[in-house]
Every structure is written in C-alpha cells, then in structure tokens.
C-alpha cells in the first residue's frame, strides 16, 4: 500500500508560480506511475499529468502542456508539479495518485490517492 500526501498549494497571483510535491510511503515508490489530477469548485476533477515508472515518459492535458511539468525523484519517493504562468482557471484543489499499471490519464485507472492540497490563482 502507498500513502501519498502533498504539498506546496497556496494563494499565488495570476502569471505566477508554485511547486506541489507528493511525498509517497513504501520503498516500491518506483514501480508506480504517478499522476497528478485536479477538481475545481463545481467541477468534475480531471487530469493534468502523468508520469512514468522510470520518469522517461510523461502525458499532460493539452491544454496545460508547456505551463507544467511533471517529475519524480524515485530515491527520494516524491514526484513534483511546477506549475507556472498560472491563470485563475487553474484554480483548484491538486491531487497525486499512484498507478500500478501503464501511463494512464483516466481516474479510475489509479489505486491509491492523496488528500489534495488547494491552490488558489488570483486574477
């Protein structure tokens, strides 16, 4: 089993930045794919990235591919969500889940899950 708990969420003015980390439990950090998703008030929460076992490949919503950028630090059991040029859109409460198998963008696909950490974009 996997205990993921994140980090780094706050209030950050629009065109700023933040880093979220997930810390992960267990010393088999590295045979799961990790994934970031989001949920903003109201809304259905959805994927942002997705990270592979290794860190050799990684996925990201279109529409958020070039702002952020997914990595992991397998010997420090952590993967990390630098967000920039943030808009108030990206608004939301950010989770880190873990996956056992593949690089998957679905939510069911994903075993184990984080509290989620909010972050808050001021226009």
């Known amino acids: 089993q996997v205990q993921l708990v994140e980090s780094g969420g706050g209030l950050v003015q629009a065109g700023g930045s933040l880093r979220l980390s997930c810390a992960a439990s267990?010393?088999?950090?590295?045979?799961?794919?990790m994934g970031w998703f989001r949920q903003a008030p109201g809304k259905e929460r959805e994927f942002v990235a997705v990270?592979?076992?290794?860190?050799?490949?990684?996925y990201y919503a279109g529409s958020l591919k070039g702002r952020f950028t997914i990595s992991r630090d397998n010997a420090k059991n952590t993967v990390s969500l630098q967000m920039d040029s943030l808009k108030p859109e990206d608004t939301a409460v950010y989770y880190c889940?873990?996956?056992?198998?593949?690089?998957?963008?679905?939510?069911?696909?994903?075993?184990?899950w984080g509290q989620g950490t909010q972050v808050t974009v001021s226009s």
């Open positions: 889940a873990a996956a056992t198998t593949g690089v998957p963008r679905r939510e069911h696909e994903y075993r184990y």
């Open positions: 990270i592979s076992r290794s860190g050799s490949t990684t």
């Open positions: 267990g010393r088999i950090f590295s045979t799961y794919a």
